[in-house]
């Protein structure tokens, strides 16, 4: 099974609109940490956000939210006022317990924003 | 200067040639990453060295072998290259933090060409 599920492969959204890119998880581990990175066309991969299991609260950084739902087990990445610059590649990934940071990656949504 | 640097950054080789990325980082990091990335897809790990000492293999590891020279160098070498090795490398590296929350800091990628 899947561990890191991203349902939508691509995505328009308007410019200075909000956008919400889905992420669903699987994990039997009570201890993991959900990552959020960003990867323009240029190639480089850009870290964006991190909600841990444990946190009481939606994690926040400038305009990127996470909207973290413990129970449906998924961790949305909420893009406010897109921006042009917005377009790119967007990967979802999961650590589970404390074994090293090492990630495991969903498949990416391809988010473009249009003019 | 990049913290994370790969080297080269693009190359194109033939089958059954030995090849050999490099990855140094400027962060101080133990914790170091090799991730291969195929056309539309996500991240998926192949080796990680949690300090010179250790090397781990990722989900991954066929066809490929590392080595931590350093604790700030960690080399990736394909024996000998086979066209469906090409792919997008990616090397990281991680704090290693108890609270699990550092996130993995990349390179630019190394983009490789098997003919």
């Known amino acids: 099974a899947q561990k890191i599920t991203q349902t939508q492969p691509g995505m328009f959204v308007q410019e200075k609109e909000a956008v919400t890119l889905d992420c669903t998880y699987d994990t039997s581990d009570p201890s993991y940490g959900l990552f959020w990175y960003k990867q323009p066309s240029s190639g480089e991969m850009i870290f964006l956000i991190y909600?841990?299991?444990?946190?009481?609260q939606n994690a926040t950084e400038g305009r990127y939210s996470l909207n973290f739902q413990k129970a449906r087990k998924s961790a949305n990445l909420v893009i406010s006022a897109s921006q042009l610059g917005d377009s790119a590649m967007y990967f979802c990934a999961m650590r589970e317990g404390w074994a090293g940071n090492m990630l495991t990656f969903g498949g990416g949504t391809r988010l473009m924003v249009k003019p | 200067d990049a913290d994370v640097t790969q080297t080269p950054r693009n190359r194109i080789t033939k089958t059954g040639k030995r090849i050999m990325l490099e990855c140094s980082q400027t962060?101080?990091?133990?914790?170091m990453y090799w991730y291969r990335q195929d056309p539309g897809l996500g991240l998926r790990l192949i080796y990680y060295?949690?300090?010179?000492?250790?090397?781990n293999k990722g989900e991954i590891s066929d066809g490929y072998s590392v080595s931590r020279q350093a604790q700030a160098k960690f080399s990736l070498s394909l024996e000998s290259a086979i066209p469906n090795q090409t792919a997008l490398y990616f090397c990281?590296?991680?704090?290693?933090?108890?609270?699990?929350?550092?996130?993995?800091?990349f390179g630019d990628g190394t983009r490789l060409s098997i003919l």
């Open positions: 909600q841990g299991s444990y946190d009481q």
């Open positions: 060295s949690f300090d010179v000492k250790d090397i």
């Open positions: 962060k101080g990091h133990d914790r």
């Open positions: 990281a590296t991680s704090d290693d933090g108890l609270d699990g929350n550092q996130p993995q800091h």
